[in-house]
């Protein structure tokens, strides 16, 4: 298997993304809350802070790193919510068909119907603003493509010898969807939950953003990009480093998403000199 330059400039992105909020704890200079000096108040990027300061004079850069924690667990426990629900409803539909397919399709086109930020803000409406809520909304959002992909898989996989094979050896219906089809569909779920990563952290911001997400003080690119709006002439730095980490993170998981894609697809290849 040969992956191509997206997959390791993703690679590299994500690597970067995860290594900052692990190892925030110890390479920040500042704590992201509590060290707070109004004498510091917008000060632009030097030797003490490489990123400036906020309007409350907080290191941009400390924040920036600590902000990448919220926004990698946000991303990852999005994904495994989506990837549960939508494996579950998608590979079952597939596999026993009849009405139960039929009302997996149905709430699936209703799930797609729905633009999926505008579902977010209903949910948290609902729970409350916070990361707990922001977790349980990103987590039943997107699980519509992850369903239609795992049906999809499962009608193409369960014609295959090895599963009826297992079917004439008495095996019962879950055991045969959990060891036998769903092994074998895991490359457009591993692609699909990659890509997903980016769009949580998008979300998140963007929740953040509009003041339904991570609450302040706590950093959250998101809600940093709020708290800028007002300096955006006088210290456009506190503006710049979120947008810039939260773009780099989206790009990074679109680029590992589509390396992965083009390299476990064998079509992808075939078409490849």
């Known amino acids: 298997m040969r992956f191509g330059f997206n997959f390791w400039l993703g690679a590299g992105l994500t690597v970067l993304v995860i290594l900052a909020g692990i190892l925030a704890p110890w390479i920040a200079p500042f704590d992201p809350v509590l060290d707070a000096d109004l004498m ?57 068909g009849g009405w139960w397919d039929d009302l997996v399709n149905g709430l699936t086109n209703v799930m797609l119907a729905i633009p999926s930020l505008i579902f977010a803000l209903a949910v948290m409406a609902v729970l409350g603003p916070g990361l707990p809520s922001l977790l349980i909304a990103l987590g039943l959002t997107n699980w519509s493509w992850t369903c239609r992909i795992a049906r999809s898989s499962t009608l193409s996989l369960k014609s295959q010898g090895y599963v009826q094979a297992a079917q004439t050896l008495g095996y019962g219906d879950l055991r045969i969807m959990f060891t036998q089809i769903l092994p074998n569909m895991m490359g457009p ?54 947008g810039l980490a939260i773009f780099l993170s989206v790009l990074g998981f679109n680029l590992l998403g589509d390396g992965l894609r083009d390299s476990l697809d064998p079509h992808m290849r075939t078409r490849k000199p």
């Open 40 to 96: 510091s108040s917008e000060l632009p990027p030097d030797a003490t802070f490489w990123f400036g300061t906020d309007a409350q004079g907080r290191d941009v850069y400390t924040r920036i790193l600590y902000g990448a924690q919220i926004s990698l667990t946000v991303g990852i426990v999005s994904q495994v919510i989506n990837s549960m629900i939508g494996i579950t409803l998608g590979m079952t539909a597939g596999y026993w």
């Open 189 to 242: 779920i591993l692609v699909m939950a990659t890509l997903g990563m980016g769009s949580a952290v998008l979300s998140e911001a963007a929740l953040s953003f509009l003041g339904l997400g991570i609450q302040p003080p706590f950093p959250s690119w998101g809600s940093m990009l709020t708290d800028a709006r007002q300096l955006i002439q006088l210290a456009p730095w506190v503006a710049i480093f979120p």
